[in-house]
């Protein structure tokens, strides 16, 4: 069982706070969706926790498995086992899908003998074309195949920890579909002798959710989480926006204490 512990953390870029306190653990085979407004924090969340340059960390801790993980570089978080789908993946020119995920077995003492197998298989079980194995790294692919390539890639290096930021963003109803069930198998099942996949899905729609089911749903909402729910929450933030937890409190009829305030900005 592995876990990822986010515990009081701030952080933010030189002279701006962008995340006021943030505490979320994430085991293995948890789904955790995060919501939220634009502006909210949420890429913010999930660069400070891979180690994306130019955040400021100002208090709290990320562990895995009891490891500090804000110590570790971010090739060292992805060789422990966390993994980062990006909200725009990159293209990179010159360097190839294959080379890089052999690359990425060996420095996790894995081995790829098998992986041109394991890539037609996951290709086949994603629906990414083949014909797109042999290309450098999401370079002329467009948004939906770079999501779905980004989902293979997840697939083969198989790591303990997932944050998916808006993979459904760019994504036809096919390949949401097909990225997000490929990640709900990966957190219902052991891949690669590893446990269940623990996932961190960063999305707006519920309809990611559908197939990509959660056990707890997180609303961020200016750098602090204000709710957290079953599944049910995704469903009424779509019908009810986020007004509907406006009323919660009793001081709600005073426009300074409405949730609607912390989205409109
Ligand atoms: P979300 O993903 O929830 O839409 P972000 O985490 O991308 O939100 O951004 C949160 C806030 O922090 C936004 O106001 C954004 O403009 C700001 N921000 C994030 N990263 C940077 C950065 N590197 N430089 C300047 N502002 C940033
Ligand atoms: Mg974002």
Redesign the pocket.
């Known amino acids: 069982m592995s876990t990822l512990e986010i515990k009081g953390l701030r952080a933010g870029?030189a002279g701006?706070e962008?995340l006021k306190g943030i505490d979320l653990t994430i085991k293995s085979g948890e789904v955790h969706a995060l919501m939220?407004?634009?502006?909210?924090?949420?890429?913010?969340?999930s660069g400070v926790v891979m180690g994306k340059p130019?955040y400021v960390i100002s208090a709290g801790s990320v562990t895995l498995d009891g490891e500090d993980v804000l110590a570790m570089e971010t090739w060292e978080r992805a060789a422990a086992g966390l993994h980062l789908i990006m909200?725009y993946p990159t293209e990179v020119p010159g360097v190839m899908l294959d080379d890089v995920l052999a690359e990425a077995l060996a420095s996790r003492g894995r081995p790829s003998e098998q992986l041109d197998e394991l890539l037609h298989d996951e290709a086949a079980r994603i629906g990414f074309e083949e014909r797109f194995l042999d290309r450098p790294l999401n370079v002329d692919l467009s948004g939906g195949e770079k999501k779905r390539n980004e989902t293979l890639q997840m697939a083969v290096l198989a790591p303990k920890i997932a944050i998916l930021d808006e993979l459904d963003s760019g994504l036809d109803i096919d390949a949401l579909r097909d990225c997000a069930r490929r990640v709900e198998a990966m957190s219902n099942e052991s891949t690669a002798g590893q446990e269940p996949l623990g996932v961190l899905a960063?999305t707006h729609y519920s309809r990611l959710l559908h197939e990509l089911r959660p056990d707890q749903v997180h609303i961020?909402a200016q750098g602090r989480i204000v709710e957290t729910g079953g599944p049910d929450l995704a469903t009424t933030l779509e019908t009810d926006g986020y007004s509907a937890f406006a009323g919660t409190d009793d001081d709600s009829t005073s426009s300074s204490s409405s949730l609607d305030d912390l989205f409109s900005l």
């Open positions: 870029i701006k962008i939220g407004p634009n502006g909210a924090g949420k890429s913010t969340l130019g909200q960063i961020l």
